[in-house]
Structures are given as C-alpha cells and as structure tokens.
C-alpha cells in the first residue's frame, strides 16, 4: 500500500488504518472484559465477496453498534469463530469497510470526526435534524456516496434511522438495494441499549450480556420485487416488524429485561 494512497472518499487508507488499530485497542474490552458478547454467524463473513455487500441492522446505539460489528467483521475473516478474542485482528483491518451515520453527528465533536475518518459515509437526514422533525429531499449527492461505497466494499446500515426499537424502516434502503443491488446480509443485536449510554460511548453497566447474530444474505429480485416487499423482508430479516410486538407481551418483554439484568453476572466469566 501506498504511503498516500486514497479510498474513494480521500480518506488516505494509511491513516485510516491506524485510526482503527487505535480505535480498536481501545474499546475491545467494552466488549469481551466489561461485558461478554456473544456472535452467530462468523462463518457467513468470510463467505462474502469483498464488495458490493450491504449490511442491514437493528439500531441501539449511536457508535457501539457499529464499533462490535467492526470487531466482529475483522476478527471473523481474520479466522475467528464466533469470537473477538485475540485482538491481533485488529492489525491488518478491511479498510473497504463502511457505515451510514446522520451528517449532524458526525460533525458534533473532535471524537465524532475522528470516527467519521473510519469509515462514515455521512448522510443528511430527510425526516430530523437538531433534535426537530423535517420533511426535506433526499440529496442525490448522498445517495451516489452510497453507490461508491458499495462499489469499494461494504457498507453498514440502520434503516430505522433511529436507535429506539419497533420504528417502521425507510425507504431509501429498498430504493438503495433496488437501484445497487447489493448482496444484503441482516445482522440483529442486542444488549448493547442496556451496556452503553445513548450514543455508545460510555460504558453504563458492566457485565451485561450482549448479542450479534448474523444471518445467511437475503434473496431478492432486483428488478421486479416492490419496495414495500423488500422493506418488510428486512423488517421480519432484523426482528424489527411490528408483528413482533403482537407475540412478545409487554409482561413477557419486562421478564425478559429482568432475565438480561441476571445474566449480567454470569456473563463475567
């Protein structure tokens, strides 16, 4: 690699390699020490092309989400079964690796830009911007960034938009998978609501058990599939359809709350 050579983005891969070794090193005991977590599905990574893959998840916080699927994508083609141990990984990382995140975030903070740099393919929000409900077009501009993204490698997305859960998802995602036609792979996470603050920086409660399960990537008709279909595919695909809530009772949800809370010491070991 060239000392100053550059991913579509200028992003110079050579600096952005470090930033994740850095970035990695520092939170991977927010994932195996303070809390266990616990992943499914290492064997699909690695049977991946190396681009033109998007990744469709649930959403819980605003970077812890994406930082564990950074440890667990690298770790998992890097050999590891289900696991982030050994952080040795983290030393050659697929630097063709992307995430979506709203514009307004990622331009909040030294730490925010910092993070951007790793890999951020920052988009405006049609719906909200600072903290205000909106209704503005979509930038072609962001929709284009997307596209070269995916053309490079590959790209993680939240499709609700949002970190709280059972929201309907956007549509820009069907008209991305429609319009690139990727190969989509769902991953579902939990626990990392209850382990982290709100923006996924600070560790709220150690020990706490959180989970990653990736899934075989999803078939899709490109061409004559609608876009309701495909967003209610990736909705059952991420747990995330309101079907969901019909089956787990409001009581069932809280016993399952108060059984995570128990499990937090357990996870320790």
Do not use: C
Request: net charge positive; hydrophobic share 40%.
């Amino acid at each position: 690699m060239g000392l100053f050579k550059e991913n579509p983005f200028g992003h110079i891969l050579f600096l952005k390699k470090w930033l994740i070794r850095i970035l990695g090193i520092m939170t991977h005991q927010r994932y195996k020490r303070f809390n266990k977590l616990e992943i499914e599905g290492s064997e699909v990574i690695r049977n991946l092309p190396d681009a033109n893959v998007l990744f469709v998840s649930n959403h819980q916080t605003y970077f812890a989400d994406v930082v564990a699927m950074f440890h667990v994508f690298n770790a998992s083609l890097k050999g590891r079964d289900d696991s982030i141990r050994n952080i040795g990984y983290i030393w050659n990382p697929k630097l063709n690796m992307y995430y979506i995140a709203a514009a307004e975030t990622m331009k909040k903070s030294l730490l925010t830009k910092i993070l951007a740099y790793a890999g951020s393919i920052s988009v405006e929000r049609t719906w909200r911007s600072e903290g205000k409900d909106i209704n503005r077009k979509v930038k072609f501009s962001d929709i284009s960034n997307i596209g070269k993204a995916l053309e490079d490698g590959w790209v993680i997305t939240f499709p609700q938009g949002t970190t709280t859960p059972w929201k309907p998802l956007r549509k820009g995602t069907a008209h991305i998978i429609k319009k690139y036609k990727p190969v989509v792979v769902p991953v579902v996470i939990d626990g990392f609501r209850r382990s982290f603050d709100k923006k996924g920086l600070r560790v709220k409660k150690k020990g706490i058990l959180q989970s990653m399960v990736i899934k075989e990537p999803l078939e899709i008709d490109y061409e004559d599939e609608s876009f309701e279909s495909i967003i209610e595919k990736l909705e059952y695909a991420i747990e995330q359809h309101p079907s969901f809530l019909k089956v787990i009772s409001e009581k069932e949800l809280l016993a399952y709350e108060e059984e995570n809370e128990a499990r937090r010491y357990s996870a320790k070991s």
